[in-house]
């Protein structure tokens, strides 16, 4: 599982030049199942994804080709986590820690 926070590194008239490309871009991802959340941020200086994978190198590789990120309006940070405890209903989504 991955936390992905966008950080906008352009003003929000360029921003929001590209939010249509975005959100088509979004929703794509979502009919991947790659994503299960997201949002803007309060104050409106980015945004916040919660991604499903379990390879980070797929994800940096994804987040690539968002075109907030294609268009230089944004800079990505991914968290990697293990989602160990869930609410009711979010099951599939639940990890087990690795073995030692």
């Known amino acids: ?57 797929a994800i940096e590789a994804l987040t690539a080709t968002d075109p907030f990120s294609v268009n230089g309006v944004c800079a990505y940070r991914i968290t990697e986590f293990l989602a160990t405890k869930v609410a009711p209903g979010l099951d599939a989504y639940r990890q087990e820690l690795p073995t030692a």
Do not use: C
């Open 1 to 57: 599982m991955f936390i992905l926070d966008l950080t906008y590194t352009a003003p929000l008239a360029r921003v929001d030049e590209l939010l249509d490309a975005h959100v088509t871009w979004l929703n794509a991802q979502y009919e991947a199942g790659v994503f299960i959340a997201s949002g803007r941020k309060e104050p409106r200086e980015g945004g916040v994804i919660l991604a499903v994978g379990d390879d980070r190198a």
